[in-house]
């Protein structure tokens, strides 16, 4: 998993400055904060552990980390992923689209919209992944089972379909299957790769898309036990350190929804859902606070 911008994982020569261990904790580049999974704040911060402001701090020396070259395939070419993505649409017929839809509860126009392809030698769908609009960064990877994977040398990014409307309100959500259920409802929508990944690319691509309301449809995870015994919840959790990342994109009002019934989007569809409830419960939720103050 990779590390939140500012911050370093913990060591032997760098201890936590809140338990005082040497793993799973991290530290701000700054010196400032601490992330620690092992003793409880108010400030949850992801599935990482909460955030603890630290009285002495002290400056890490940090090294810059070497550029990445890019993926290349087993003949060392560089990969195109759009190329590599073309290639898997067109390898997928109407029928498997269809069936596959009916499986999942969605429609097979939004799966068609988020690019849904086969990649015949891991007999699996595929899904494009983007770190900003129309630029391919990777390939996400589903089998009929629901095991998740990524061709090699792909980046974590967002489910972003085509043909958004570019108004109204974007609904961000967790995976591409989720993506297509909020888009049946009529809702633009895009998919984080996970429940806390991809916050620096969700950000940009809100800014690029520009809608003016956001509203991170969150999943019901069931609870999660800490190395101290403490309890957290991923889906909840990560919704709230994107919010507080997105709040601070100007001129953006963003909302943290919950599903009234099941654990996403997906199952509150199956359930019933139509744009008209899920747009009351968008409605009878409040704005998320932004740096300078405001409702929550």
């Not at 400055?17 to 700054?30: K, Y």
């Not at 100007?250 to 989007?265: A, I, M």
Request: hydrophobic share 40%; net charge positive.
């Amino acid at each position: 998993m990779s590390l939140p911008a500012g911050f370093v994982r913990v060591s032997r020569r760098r201890p936590c400055g809140v338990c005082g261990r040497t793993d799973w904790c991290l530290l701000a580049v700054d010196g400032t904060k601490a992330v620690c999974p092992r003793t409880i704040s108010d400030k949850p911060f992801g599935d990482a552990g909460y955030l603890h402001m630290l009285t002495n701090p002290a400056v890490i020396p940090v090294r810059r980390p070497l550029r990445k070259p890019p993926p290349k395939d087993h003949a060392g070419q560089r990969i195109d992923w759009n190329q590599m993505a073309q290639k898997f649409e067109k390898a997928i017929d109407d029928t498997t689209v269809g069936e596959t839809g009916k499986l999942l509860g969605v429609s097979s126009g939004s799966l068609i919209r988020l690019g849904m392809g086969w990649c015949e030698s891991r007999q699996a769908l595929s899904f494009r992944m983007f770190d900003a609009p129309n630029h391919c960064v990777g390939i996400r990877l589903r089998t009929h089972d629901g095991r998740k994977f990524a061709v090699a040398g792909s980046r974590n990014a967002l489910f972003i379909p085509r043909e958004l409307n570019g108004d109204g309100f974007l609904l961000i959500v967790e995976g591409p299957t989720d993506t297509a259920a909020a888009l049946d409802l009529g809702f633009d929508a895009v998919g984080r790769p996970s429940c806390s990944a991809a916050v620096e690319a969700t950000t940009r691509v809100v800014e690029a898309l520009g809608h003016k309301e956001i509203v991170i449809l969150a999943n019901h995870d069931d609870p999660k036990t800490r190395p101290d015994g403490g309890v957290f919840r991923p889906g909840q959790d990560g919704a709230k350190v994107l919010a507080v990342a997105l709040a601070a994109v100007q001129k953006r009002n963003v909302r943290v929804v919950y599903p009234l019934k099941g654990k996403d989007v997906r199952q509150w569809k199956a359930a019933g859902a139509t744009a008209m409830s899920v747009m009351a419960a968008i409605r009878n939720t409040a704005l998320w606070p932004t740096a300078a103050g405001g409702a929550k």
